[in-house]
């Protein structure tokens, strides 16, 4: 939720030190990981050139956590999957789609805490998670049939399977080198319109 309050700046120095300059002290990653869970806003800069290095910083975070035993959230498949994507054509929806499934499952976090409590096993709670993965699916599905424009580009004009579709999509071939430029700006606002739309799908 959108709030008044400016984000803490946080400075990191060549000595790789941290320096929150609301408290005028040094601190450490686990620190920056503990105002995470509070809830505490912050962007990191590089004291020296000024580049925000917030994102960096945020996934070093994220890979202390992973090597600490017993504290691992993300499966070795995602991981490979995850690597797969970078420069694939669908590189631009991972994001949203990703951001999209985290904020739904915080916003039902209590409902999955509740059914694992009354869980009787570790099958019982999986499965709860398992099916919260689906409704995710099924809502961002839901939301990529919004973007039938980029659909039809692929399958043709009919979507229907006719004796046509082979011939439509013969012409699409022959049109494609012409449009790849086109399809990156076409992808990039529709990207934007679907992060839009995912927001109103999600409250409604």
Known sequence: MA???QPTVIKKY???????????TYVTLEDLAGMVRDGEDFVVYDAKTGEDITRSVLTQ???????????????VAFL??????????????VPSYLEF?????????????EKMAQAFGPATAFQAMEEQVRANMAMFGEALKLFT?????RGGASGEGKP???AQEGKADAKAG?????????????????????????KG
């Open 3 to 5: 709030t008044d309050k």
């Open 14 to 24: 060549a000595n790789r030190r941290l320096y929150h300059t609301g408290t005028s």
């Open 61 to 75: 975070i994220i890979f202390e956590e992973e090597s600490k035993e017993g504290q691992n959230l993300l499966p």
């Open 80 to 93: 490979r999957q995850l690597i797969r994507f970078y420069g694939d054509s669908l590189q631009a929806l």
């Open 101 to 113: 499934s985290i904020e739904n499952l915080t916003r039902e976090q209590q409902k999955l805490r």
């Open 149 to 153: 424009p980029f659909t039809a580009t």
């Open 164 to 166: 046509e579709g082979k």
């Open 178 to 202: 012409a449009e790849k430029g086109g399809d990156l700006d076409e992808l990039k606002r529709q990207v934007a319109e679907m992060q839009a739309r995912l927001e109103k799908l999600t």
